[in-house]
Nanobody
Framework: QVRLVESGGGLVQAGGSLRLSCAASGRTFSSIAINWFRQAPGKEREFVAGISRSVGITSYADSVKGRFTISNDNAKNTVYLQMNTLKLEDTAVYYC???????????????WGQGTQVTVSA
C-alpha cells in the first residue's frame, strides 16, 4: 500500500505563488510516475503536471507551462509543485497521484492523495 499526502494549499492573490508537496509513505515509488491533477467545481479532474521519478522527465498541461514546475526529492519521497503567477482559473482541489505512466491518463493511476485546496482570489 502507498499513502500520498498533499500539503501546501491555501488562499493566495492572483499573481502570487504556492508550493504544493506530495509526501509518500509505504512502498517506495522511486521508479514510478507522480502526476498532479486538479478539479474545479463542476469540472472534470484534469492533468496538471507529472514527473517520471527514475529519469526526471517532466510533462505539463499547456495551461500551466512556464508557470508551474514539478520536482522531486527521492530521499524524502516527496514531489513538489511550485506554482507561480497564479490565476483565478487555477482555483481547484489539487491531487497527487502515483501511477504507472507519466501523463494525463487516469486509468493508469494506482493511488490518489486526498487533495489540497488552492484558491486564487482577485
Amino acid at each position: 500500500q502507498v499513502r500520498l499526502v498533499e500539503s501546501g494549499g491555501g488562499l493566495v492573490q492572483a499573481g502570487g505563488s504556492l508550493r504544493l508537496s506530495c509526501a509518500a509513505s509505504g512502498r517506495t515509488f522511486s521508479s514510478i510516475a507522480i502526476n498532479w491533477f486538479r478539479q474545479a467545481p463542476g469540472k472534470e479532474r484534469e492533468f496538471v503536471a507529472g514527473i517520471s521519478r527514475s529519469v526526471g522527465i517532466t510533462s505539463y498541461a499547456d495551461s500551466v507551462k512556464g508557470r508551474f514546475t514539478i520536482s522531486n526529492d527521492n530521499a524524502k519521497n516527496t514531489v513538489y509543485l511550485q506554482m507561480n503567477t497564479l490565476k483565478l482559473e487555477d482555483t481547484a482541489v489539487y491531487y497527487c497521484a502515483q501511477g504507472r505512466v507519466l501523463g494525463p491518463d487516469k486509468r493508469f493511476v494506482d493511488y490518489w492523495g486526498q487533495g489540497t485546496q488552492v484558491t486564487v482570489s482577485a
